[in-house]
C-alpha cells in the first residue's frame, strides 16, 4: 500500500458548542498546577515512560501517576502501552481548530518556563543512558540485527519508493547518509552525487556500509564514525540528506531531526523513513528501538520548528502489520534568503 496524502488534506471533524465549552474549560483547569505544567515541558519533543518522569521530576510515582492520568482524559497527553509500562508524550493534533490552538498556546506557555539545574542534569543522563542502551545493542547484536529488521521493514520492501522519491530530485554535489546499515542505499546515492558521507554512531555498523562500498567499487564515499552533533557536519551544505530508519533509535529525534536539517544547503531536502506508531513492544528487545514509532504530526511539527515544509508524504504497509512513513522536507532557509 503507498497512499499520498497532500498536507492540506486535514479537515478538522465538527464538535456540538456544548461539548468543546467543556474541553476548553477542563484543558484551562488542567494546567493550573505548577507540576502538570513542568510534565509539559520536560516532555517538549520528547516522550516517556512513568518511571522516567518520576526520575527526572524527583516524584513519587503513584503521585504522577494521578496527574497523568488527568492530563490524558483531558487530550494534553497522549499515552501508549508497551507491556508493562506507558510512555507519555504531548498531543500533536486536536478535533477542532480552537482547541488545538489552546493546547498549542499552552505547550508554548509551558517551553518558556526555566527547569532548575537538577531536573536539567536528570535529563541528560536519561538521554545518556537511552543513548547508551541503542549503542550497546548494534554493538553487540550486529550480526542478528538484519533477521530481526526483516520482520519490520525489510530493505527490499520499499528500497523501490525511496529511490522513486530521490529520483525526482535533481542529482547534486553532496549527500549525507546518517545510519546507513548495511548500506544498500550508497550505491544509488553514489552514481547521483560527487560527494557522499555516510555517518553511523555504531562502529560495527560502519564496517558493514564501507565493506558494502568496497564490494560494489565506491569511490566517492566518505565514512564518518559519529552522531549528527559530529563537527565534520558543521557548514556541509548537503544538498540531500537520508535519515532512513534512524529516529527510532535516538534518543532525541527532534534534536537529530534539527541536526539534520542544520546540515542542508539552503534549498536542500531531507528524506526520512520511520515507522509510524506502533504497539508492538518486542522490538525494542529484538532491535534497538528506543522509540515505539512516531505519529505523522510529530514528525512534522519537528521539521517545521527545524526551518523545514513538507514536499511529500507517503505510507507504505509492511510486514506484522507495522507501517511506514515515507517523509520528504524541503529547507525553508531559501525562502528567508530571498
Known amino acids: 500500500m503507498n497512499t ?7 479537515t478538522p471533524q465538527a464538535q456540538p458548542p456544548g461539548g468543546l465549552e467543556e474541553e476548553i474549560a477542563t484543558l484551562c483547569k488542567i494546567c493550573a498546577d505548577p507540576l502538570r505544567l513542568r510534565v509539559l515541558r520536560v516532555l517538549h519533543q520528547d516522550a516517556m515512560g512513568v518511571g522516567e518522569l518520576c526520575d527526572v521530576l524527583d516524584v513519587r510515582q503513584p503521585a504522577l501517576s494521578h496527574h497523568l492520568k488527568l492530563m490524558s482524559a483531558a487530550g494534553l497527553l497522549n499515552s501508549q502501552r508497551d507491556g508493562n509500562h506507558i510512555f507519555y508524550r504531548r498531543r500533536e493534533s486536536a478535533d477542532s481548530d480552537a482547541v488545538a490552538a489552546l493546547c498549542q498556546a499552552l505547550f508554548t506557555a509551558a517551553d518558556s518556563l526555566e527547569l532548575d539545574r537538577d531536573t536539567r542534569h536528570r535529563q541528560r543522563e536519561l538521554q545518556g543512558r537511552r543513548e547508551e ?7 553487540d547484536n550486529a550480526e542478528r540485527f538484519r533477521s530481526q529488521q526483516d520482520l519490520i521493514a525489510a530493505p527490499e520492501r520499499y528500497s523501490a519508493a525511496v529511490e522513486n522519491a530521490l529520483e525526482n530530485l535533481a542529482p547534486g554535489g553532496v549527500a549525507l547518509e546518517v545510519g546507513p546499515g548495511e548500506g544498500w542505499l550508497l550505491p544509488f546515492l553514489s552514481a547521483r552525487f560527487q560527494r557522499v558521507l555516510a555517518l553511523d554512531n555504531a562502529e560495527t555498523m560502519l564496517q558493514e556500509a564501507k565493506h558494502s562500498a568496497t564490494d560494489h567499487g565506491l569511490e566517492n564515499i ?26 527510532h533509535h535516538t534518543a532525541d529525534p527532534a534534536t537529530t531531526l534539527q541536526e539534520a536539517a542544520r546540515a542542508l544547503c539552503p534549498s536542500g ?17 529484538n ?6 514509532g512516531f505519529s505523522p504530526e510529530a514528525l512534522s511539527g519537528w521539521a517545521t520548528a527545524a526551518g523545514l515544509r513538507d514536499l511529500a508524504s507517503s505510507y507504505l504497509g509492511q510486514r506484522n502489520g507495522f507501517t511506514l512513513q515515507l517523509r520528504l522536507f524541503e529547507s525553508t532557509a531559501k525562502n528567508q534568503l530571498n
Open 4 to 10: 499520498v496524502v497532500p498536507t492540506s488534506a486535514r
Open 133 to 139: 542502551n541503542s549503542r550497546s545493542f548494534f554493538r
Open 222 to 247: 566518505e565514512f564518518i564514525l559519529g552522531d549528527t552533533s559530529a563537527r565534520q557536519l558543521d557548514g556541509l551544505g548537503a544538498d540531500l540528506v537520508v535519515l532512513n530508519m534512524v529516529l
Open 269 to 285: 531536502v531531507l528524506l526520512i523513513t520511520e515507522l509510524c506508531e506502533h504497539r508492538q513492544g518486542w522490538a525494542r528487545e
Open 287 to 292: 532491535c534497538g528501538d528506543l522509540w515505539l
